[in-house]
């Protein structure tokens, strides 16, 4: 007789979560925002750490760990997923940084003492630099629009990102509130993850001290890196697609989540190869594969609600919108494109 595994700890805290707080509100939290509530929870929980350095007092998990967390907290409520997401690539960057930034934040980000935000995916427009830097004395000045900032109120820092004058992508944090040469627009109304509190800013002369920096280097090499993280398919993607096929009957729901098994798979597998530059193809393929398979649940999900899902308080209609949200997160021309030719029926 061969006995399962324990689930990992955390992974059985997620699970919790989900279960006690967020799938029970997560309708409401859909119309009225992500309550100050829901992150002190995910503070609590220890998740915040989940892939910090030991040292610093995080888990440092497995990569399966974190993906099967981040399918748990987007099936439940996907704009608490997305807000507490924002965090890990701050404390991804601090442990791979040089700098004193690292040694005065990264405890406190792992501890989830401090909750962090991201503004560098207009980093994938270069060559358009929505935000550009240039060296001002013993700092450096940020000048532009960063279109898409997620977590406004409920952050308490951010790393914001930009272009210098000299081609080199530059990561720096600061506090997560208006300051001179910082300012914040009401947050968006959106058709999917309103509740994730989105801005846009603006930088006139917004400067940052060096001791700030986390991250310096040419652009290319940043992008590089950059680009073998988006082409996997995303864990939230599965825990999306999975709770909608919870609200189906056997007759729907067990064809497709063989199906959608077989690409997590593979998928996962992939995102776990030693060598990550390699089956680029092959990556984007399953990433293209694993929307349809979503998209695909989360209309059946909608079908068999009938009328009852128009309403705004439907799961179904929320896990839908939720899904149109994950086709453009995390996107790059290259994905859009492959995303678009496989539409197209075309070969890549």
Known sequence: ?????????????ARRLADDLLAPNAERV?????????????????????????????????????????????????????????????????????????ERLLGPLARGELLAGVAYAHLRAYPRTPVRITRQGDGWRFDGTVPWYTGWGLNDVMLLAGVTDTGEALFAFTEAREQPGLTASEPMRLAALTASRTVSLELDGFRVPEEAVALRQPYGQWAATDRTKTVNASPAVFGVAEAALALLDASTSVPLRSRLAEVRERAYALADHPAPKEHHAERLTLRTRAYELMCAATTAAVVAGGGRSMALTSKAQRLAREALFLLVQGQTAESRRDHLNALAGNAA
């Open 1 to 13: 007789m061969t006995i399962a595994p324990h689930p990992h700890p955390l992974v059985a805290r």
């Open 30 to 102: 859909d119309q009225e925002g992500v309550p100050a509530t829901h992150i002190e929870a995910i503070r609590r929980s220890g998740l915040l750490g989940l892939s910090a350095p030991g040292e610093y007092g995080g888990a440092a998990v497995p990569a399966p760990v974190a993906r099967e967390v981040a399918e748990i907290l987007a099936g439940a409520c996907c704009s608490t997923w997305f807000v507490q997401t924002q965090h890990h690539t701050p404390v991804m960057t601090l442990a791979k940084s040089e700098g004193p930034v690292r």
